[in-house]
């Protein structure tokens, strides 16, 4: 679930309509940067072994499987024993404000999180209110060692005290603009867009 607004990813199928605005990442560089996150991941946690990636629906999911699968060709581990789905519909602050949310699906891979580091992949970090949901939502699922952030898009605007440890891209913006991650598994491209305000 994107953070860049409360409706930053909310566009169609159809990538030549979902996302008039300035690109500001393609295809290449949201590549480059899964794969620079990949092993700054295994840098800091000296390898996977003890590593599960948990995806926050909807587009945090398919970039912690593609991290995944980056980790699977540098640590020769299956790409599904080290991620699963977080979803954090129940634990967000802000259910009385939005539409009728449709829950979403919460599995972790292998023997769980306990004990475990978990690495959080979301698309867009913008207030932290995303974030903190689904540090509520992980004490449901267990205890882990530790608990980790990364994210493709780093827009700043923080309301809350939360920092990713993995960033792809920091990308200042002003509150007006609105930050959208499209990527092929949902929307049929790669790209990172900004719309509104003034660039």
């Keep these: 679930m994107s953070t860049g607004t409360p409706t930053s990813t909310s566009g169609g199928s159809d990538p030549a309509h979902a996302a008039p605005g300035t690109t500001v990442l393609g295809a290449d560089d949201i590549a480059r940067a899964l794969t620079r996150i990949a ?6 946690n000296k390898g996977v072994d003890d590593v599960v990636l948990l ?3 909807t587009r945090g999911l398919p970039l912690a499987r593609r991290l995944a699968q980056r980790l699977e060709q540098v640590e020769n581990v299956p790409a599904a ?5 977080l979803d954090v519909t129940m634990h967000r602050d802000d259910l009385a404000h939005q539409p009728t949310r449709t829950i979403g699906e919460t599995y972790v891979p292998g023997d769980g999180i306990d004990g475990r580091v978990v690495v959080l992949v979301d698309d867009v ?7 903190r949901a689904a540090l509520d939502a992980i004490s449901d699922l267990g205890r882990p060692r530790a608990v980790q952030l990364a994210v493709l898009v780093d827009r700043g605007h923080r309301e809350l005290p939360i920092r990713a440890d993995y960033v792809g891209k920091n990308l200042p913006t002003a509150s007006a603009e609105r930050v959208r991650v499209l990527l092929s598994e949902t929307d049929g491209e790669d790209r990172v867009v900004i719309e509104g305000g003034v660039r």
């Design 55 to 57: 995806g926050i629906p």
């Design 81 to 85: 024993d080290l991620v699963g789905s």
């Design 39 to 44: 092993h700054e991941v295994v840098e800091r």
């Design 125 to 131: 970090l913008y207030s932290g209110r995303t974030i």
